[in-house]
Nanobody
Framework: VQLQASGGGLVQPGGSLRLSCTVSGFTLDYYAIGWFRQAPGKEHEGVSCISSSDGSDGSTYVVESLKGRFTVSKDAAKNTVYLHTNSLKPEDTAVYYC?????????????????WGQGTQVTVSS
């Protein structure tokens, strides 16, 4: 089971980025995938989750504070989950990670995330 986040970079306030989480070693539709972020000096926080589409309903969840700016989607054919980040603010600067619990049929949020990918840095600055 492997996950790899990508798509981060430097963006100006108000800009957008599409982050990708590409998975390998398992079929994406079977598993829930979560996005997290960790800013310098802060605890990591949950950002979003997309439920399994096989055994669950594929429902999506975005933390309340980010609703309206962040959305999550997936392309099962590409084994990739996307985090669409819009109207970015300097406080969105963080390393963004994706993870899964590795249990088929999970509805978000999982009890525990077991497998984590390498993160991707997002820096929002003028």
């Amino acid at each position: 089971v492997q996950l790899q986040a990508s798509g981060g970079g430097l963006v100006q306030p108000g800009g957008s980025l599409r982050l990708s989480c590409t998975v390998s070693g398992f079929t994406l539709d079977y598993y829930a995938i979560g996005w997290f972020r960790q800013a310098p000096g802060k605890e990591h926080e949950g950002v979003s989750c997309i439920s399994s589409s096989d055994g669950s309903d594929g429902s999506t969840y975005v933390v309340e504070s980010l609703k309206g700016r962040f959305t999550v989607s997936k392309d099962a054919a590409k084994n990739t989950v996307y985090l669409h980040t819009n109207s970015l603010k300097p406080e969105d600067t963080a390393v963004y990670y994706c993870a899964t619990d590795g249990r088929p049929g999970t509805t978000c949020p999982p009890v525990r995330y077991t497998y984590w990918g390498q993160g991707t840095q997002v820096t929002v600055s003028s």
